[in-house]
């Protein structure tokens, strides 16, 4: 079971930018599809991105569409959301996910979480 340890979170300024980190062990961590979701206050979590094993194939909400963009490194076990022109909407608890028999196009496959890291946008 691979473990998730998410960084990167902070207060930042709308329109800012800001680049978080998940770092994977205790699995093959090519082997995993791996993907970002959120939850604000008072809110259900909901998907954010997610990106295929090799890396080729990534999906996005429609939210974060052309501002956030996921990727990772299989050499490093690494995956990251860089987060642009970021919304006082996007604030929220951010969980790394991963999926090991799923697909990257799927959220509901995720089924492996990291412990969150906050971030908050002020407008």
């Known amino acids: 079971q691979v473990q998730l340890v998410e960084s990167g979170g902070g207060l930042v300024q709308a329109g800012a930018s800001l680049r978080l980190s998940c770092a994977a062990s205790?699995?093959?961590?090519?082997?995993?599809?791996m993907g970002w979701f959120r939850q604000a206050p008072g809110k259900e979590r909901e998907f954010v991105a997610a990106?295929?094993?090799?890396?080729?194939?990534?999906n996005y909400a429609d939210s974060v569409k052309g501002r956030f963009t996921i990727s990772r490194d299989n050499a490093k076990k690494m995956v990251y959301l860089q987060m642009d022109s970021l919304k006082s909407e996007d604030t929220a608890v951010y969980y790394c996910?991963?999926?090991?028999?799923?697909?990257?196009?799927?959220?509901?496959?995720?089924?492996?979480w990291g412990q969150g890291t906050q971030v908050t946008i002020s407008s």
């Open positions: 996910a991963a999926s090991q028999y799923g697909s990257y196009r799927n959220p509901s496959d995720f089924d492996s």
């Open positions: 205790g699995g093959t961590f090519s082997n995993y599809a």
């Open positions: 990106i295929s094993r090799k890396g080729v194939g990534t």
